[in-house]
């Protein structure tokens, strides 16, 4: 699916200027799948991380979209094992029943650990994106298996905003049991697996049984997750 650049977030280009030299990290459109994303799989139908709460609140951290690409799709070609992610946006003062119309937004690092927009990759747009709940609060991303870099548990940002204004922003951690068997495969590889575990990272180390999913698959035939994410409004 094509990108539809917004400018928004201008205020965070000199943010992207000074993140350039870090070494650590951290509108409306219809609702799309990216079941028909070639070598995807069918997400999974149940969430690791189910229970009817508000998901904890993380840090943005200084890589945030400069600007607003509403797709299924955020691959643009990035190699990796594929991962086809499902996020379901319920509200938790409510019984957690859907929540429609919301935005998410997910961003993270490819397989060799760069983030697009910042650093030596400031003209790309890779493995960014946002998409608009559906009448059962979900939307689902077609990407890749995120990477690693140093000082942190492999992961991917995540951001619930409606009519404009922010209701969360979370990150997603993956099982040790799955990065490893990723990160030894294909394009991975000559990176190794990640020296920081999740109960070392200082973001999940407090909050990891609401925040990780188990993915089901293998890096050759991709991977699906399901990500609950709680919002109080």
Not at 146 to 173: C, N
């Amino acid at each position: 699916m094509k990108a539809k650049p917004m400018g928004r977030r201008e205020a965070m280009a000199a943010m992207g200027a000074a993140g350039a030299a870090l070494a650590f990290g951290c509108g409306a459109s219809s609702p799309t799948s990216a079941s028909d994303g070639g070598g995807a799989v069918t997400p999974s139908p149940t969430s690791t991380n189910g229970s009817c709460a508000v998901t904890p609140t993380e840090t943005a951290g200084p890589y945030p979209s400069l600007t607003d690409m509403f797709r299924s799709d955020i691959r643009e070609g990035k190699p990796g094992a594929t991962l086809n992610l499902t996020v379901r946006v319920v509200n938790a003062a409510n019984a957690c029943a859907p929540v429609a119309g919301a935005n998410v937004e997910i961003w993270h690092v490819d397989a060799s650990g760069n983030y697009s927009q910042y650093g030596t990759q400031t003209a790309a747009t890779f493995l960014r994106g946002i998409q608009t709940t559906n009448a059962a609060g979900e939307v689902t991303f077609l990407t890749v298996f995120p990477g690693w870099y140093q000082g942190r548990a492999t992961h991917i940002h995540l951001e619930v905003t409606m009519g404009g204004v922010s209701r969360k922003v979370t990150q997603i951690a993956f099982p040790e049991t799955v990065n490893d068997v990723v990160h030894k495969s294909g394009v991975y590889a000559s990176r190794g697996t990640n020296p920081t575990t999740n109960s070392r990272d200082g973001i999940f180390a407090d909050s990891l049984a609401s925040e990780i999913v188990t993915p089901i698959g293998d890096p050759a035939s991709g991977y699906s997750a399901l990500f609950q994410v709680g919002v109080a409004v």
